[in-house]
């Protein structure tokens, strides 16, 4: 389970994020990582969806999309902004703790889990994300990298847990790997963790 204290930061943190900066929020894209990807619509999970940027983007795309998240905060933003772009009957909110949350077996065309501050083994958390996706179904993680390889510097994820290259693949055992790789990071400087896997 995540560290009650960590999960109350965070509750705190997006509560006066959007508290302050609401509008800043609602202009933030969804990943590139995500919406450089040409599939046909059917179910998603966006877990660990925060404001709801690519639950959104999905949504408006046809998908249905079950979106989980530990921040009651984030996800009022969320639905409220789902409700008002009419997409509202496209999703379904979920407020669930990642480190303990189980999806669906065999269930999601796609599951994107992008930047989650993992609590406990990786390996475990991506087997679980892994096992919500539907044969021949789609897993795309991403995680920030604590270090930039570049500099040596810390980067904003230091001290904090995320996917990496090496513990994604060695959790997906079969899996075609269509993507599995560091790329720097657009904003903020690092490098990105990027795996996309398709299940067999």
């Known amino acids: 389970m995540t560290d009650p204290g ?4 965070w509750e705190e943190r997006w509560s006066g994020v959007l508290r302050e900066h609401a ?7 969804p990943s ?17 969806c925060g404001h709801g940027a690519e639950t959104l983007w999905l949504a408006e795309r046809g998908w249905h999309v079950t979106a989980v998240d530990f921040s009651a905060a984030a996800l009022t933003h969320a639905s409220a902004a789902a409700e008002a772009a009419g997409l509202a009957d496209r999703v379904d909110w979920v407020e669930g703790d990642l480190g303990v949350w189980a999806p669906e077996q065999n269930h999601y065309d796609l599951v994107v889990c992008l930047y989650v501050h993992v609590a406990g ?16 179904g789609t897993l795309l993680l991403a995680g920030h990298q604590p270090v930039d390889p570049a500099t040596g510097a810390a980067t904003a994820a230091a001290g904090q847990v995320q996917v990496s290259v090496d513990d994604a693949v060695g959790a997906l055992g079969g899996w075609t790997f269509l ?6 990071r657009v904003a903020g400087g690092g490098v990105d963790a990027v795996v996309l896997a398709q299940r067999p």
Request: charged fraction near 20%; hydrophobic fraction near 50%.
């Open 6 to 9: 960590a999960a109350a930061f």
């Open 23 to 29: 509008d800043v929020v609602a202009q933030r894209p």
């Open 32 to 48: 590139a990582y995500l919406t450089s990807m040409d599939l046909l619509p059917g179910k998603a999970l966006d877990a660990g």
């Open 121 to 136: 083994s990786v390996t475990e958390m991506v087997r679980r994300m892994a096992s919500g996706v539907a044969p021949g």
């Open 179 to 184: 993507v599995a790789e560091e790329r720097p």
